[in-house]
């Protein structure tokens, strides 16, 4: 089975852009996570969704958003982009019953510079 | 609320030496516990995680950790550390009502050298 892919891998923006990040989840698996990894703040919970719909929210402004689509893939967006936003973005999917047991797979990250 | 403290920020260690990387928690709910490898520029792996049962878990590239509920941790330990073993590592709490966060230690970085 193909692994978690994230696209692109590589992104540099400048202040005040917007962004738009993507994920395809390990077929079959309907629960999609991201995580915003800096060196100074560590890894931090940005949302999840399952099966189209977001159930849990971290503690990030209104800037970060999200979706999932039908297929189980999923975006995020960071509009209005602040230098504070450069970090690895980090997708992870796991199985369908979405239950917090469940093993997270993460895929390699989206590393974003903002300039 | 929850947190996790990973009590050692770099661990530098030898080829072929025993390892421990310390992870103690808090937390106000029952929660599953988890501990997460990052190899540079790559996400995160599990190698192994505690749901119930033995509080000795066994994990892949022989790893394994215990949970002690009493002191609230769940330390990791290899009995002999390779050069491939240089990475970071991260302890993780997750609560077991579902929707719910993976909360992450700060990790701890392996260095082993020969």
């Known amino acids: 089975k193909a692994g978690v892919t994230q696209t692109p891998r590589y992104l540099i923006k400048t202040r005040g852009q917007q962004v738009t990040l993507s994920c395809s989840p390990i077929?079959?698996?309907?629960?999609v996570s991201w995580y915003q990894q800096t060196p100074g703040q560590g890894l931090q919970f940005l949302f999840e969704?399952?099966?189209?719909?977001?159930?849990n929210k971290g503690n990030f402004p209104g800037r970060f958003s999200g979706r999932q689509f039908s297929n189980s893939r999923s975006e995020m967006n960071v509009s209005t982009l602040e230098l504070g936003d450069s970090a690895l973005y980090l997708c992870?999917?796991?199985?369908?019953?979405?239950?917090?047991?469940?093993?997270?797979?993460f895929g390699p990250g989206t590393r974003l510079t903002v300039l | 609320a929850q947190s996790v403290t990973q009590l050692d920020s770099q661990v530098p260690v030898f080829e072929e030496a025993p390892v421990e990387l310390r992870c103690n928690y808090s937390?106000?709910?029952?929660?599953?516990l988890f501990w997460y490898v990052q190899y540079p520029n790559q996400g995160l792996q599990l190698l192994l995680k505690?749901?119930?049962?033995?509080?000795l878990v066994k994990g892949i590239n022989g790893f394994e950790a215990e949970f002690n509920k009493s002191q609230t941790s769940f330390h990791l330990r290899k009995p002999s550390v390779h050069i491939s073993d240089t990475a970071e590592y991260f302890c993780?709490?997750?609560?077991?009502?579902?929707?719910?966060?993976?909360?992450f230690g700060k990790g701890t970085t392996l260095s082993v050298s020969s």
């Open positions: 992870a999917s796991s199985t369908g019953q979405g239950l917090s047991s469940d093993t997270q797979y």
């Open positions: 077929s079959g698996h309907r629960s």
């Open positions: 969704y399952f099966s189209e719909t977001q159930r």
């Open positions: 937390s106000s709910v029952s929660v599953y």
């Open positions: 505690y749901l119930s049962g033995s509080t």
């Open positions: 993780a709490v997750r609560p077991f009502q579902a929707g719910t966060a993976l909360i």
